[in-house]
């Protein structure tokens, strides 16, 4: 039987503002909202009564880049709005979830104060190499991005990167970038998982063929132990296909919010993908958003450890029944 992991989670879009405008996303708005810390403490605890443990917190790249976004982030109480991530991720945690961070690029310090208070990290590479899509982003750059892998690396905090298919990259750019961030992996060994995602362009869709995406999925699963893939960016039987050439892993997925990224495409049932999952002798086990090699390891703080041990509980508890 086929073991494949998942996290249960919650989305927290915590801003849209972006200093970066790539022509693809689906995710940036002109605005300069944030979320209230309240609306924050709401849906993690709405999250938590699900059974969520994964808090993920994704929002636009520097948004204070913008003095608009400044504002908005003074009439919060804030000067920094890393300050304002730090105090949302300390909300997660004292409402029972574990937050998973994807900031953008950021310097070594900046790391370092969200270590405290993240089970675990993300930054997607997209690409290693420069593409037109990218021409009015400057956070895209491939070198700027690899370097803030890299730095998470130094400071030992389980990451999840990973690639975009299917913006403009040629074939070989698809390969070059795995091979390169399993050179970094080599050097650190951080990189808790790689995600192969394809491009899904608002309503028209997907927009690499399946078979390309099982090409890399291959190549991935040879220099990784996990290999992720999102399970609403594919049929069922696409997932199971993929499953079957070396994914196993399908990241979070969330009862409670919608995949903001990807709007057009929901989450499956996380009970419906189970039993349609056993049937083809694969087995679907929830884990939690730092991997069990890390928790070994001991790559988390003492704020989150308590918090760690209990998800460790409840989850091996409920396999268990």
Not at 75 to 91: E, H, N, P, Q, T
Not at 206 to 234: M, S, T, Y
Not at 269 to 278: C, D, G, Q, T, Y
């Amino acid at each position: 039987m086929l073991e494949v992991t998942f996290s249960r989670n919650a989305f927290f879009p915590l801003t849209r503002t972006c200093r970066n405008a790539c022509s693809y996303c689906n995710f940036r708005k002109n605005t300069f909202e944030l979320m209230k810390l309240n609306e924050v403490k709401k849906l993690a605890g709405e999250a938590f009564s699900l059974n969520c443990c994964e808090a993920l917190l994704t929002f636009g790249e520097r948004p204070d880049v913008y003095p608009a976004f400044r504002r908005e982030l003074k009439k919060l109480g804030y000067s920094r709005f890393l300050d304002y991530v730090v105090d949302a991720c300390r909300i997660c945690l004292s409402e029972g979830l574990l937050p998973h961070t994807n900031a953008g690029v950021l310097f070594s310090d900046e790391l370092k104060s969200l270590k405290r208070v993240n089970a675990s990290m993300g930054l997607m590479l997209e690409q290693a190499v420069e593409l037109e899509c990218h021409f009015h982003s400057p956070g895209k750059d491939p070198e700027v991005r690899i370097r803030t892998i890299e730095r998470a690396g130094k400071l030992r905090i389980p990451f999840t990167t990973g690639i975009l298919l299917g913006i403009g990259e040629k074939e070989y750019d698809r390969f070059y970038s795995i091979e390169l961030l399993a050179d970094i992996n080599d050097n650190y060994g951080h990189i808790q998982e790689v995600i192969i995602q394809p491009l899904v362009s608002g309503e028209s869709g997907r927009k690499v063929e399946l078979g390309d995406v099982k090409k890399i999925v291959e190549f991935a699963g040879k220099l990784f132990p996990h290999v992720q893939i999102p399970p609403n960016l594919f049929s069922l039987e696409e997932v199971i296909a993929l499953i079957e050439s070396g994914a196993n892993d399908l990241g979070g997925i969330s009862p409670l919010t919608p995949d903001h990224i990807n709007p057009y495409n929901p989450w499956p049932e996380i009970e419906f993908l189970k039993r349609k999952l056993s049937v083809k002798n694969i087995f679907l086990r929830e884990r939690l958003p730092i991997y069990d090699e890390f928790v070994e390891k001991g790559w988390y703080s003492d704020v989150i450890a308590e918090l760690v041990e209990f998800w460790l509980r409840r989850i091996l508890h409920a396999h268990s029944t």
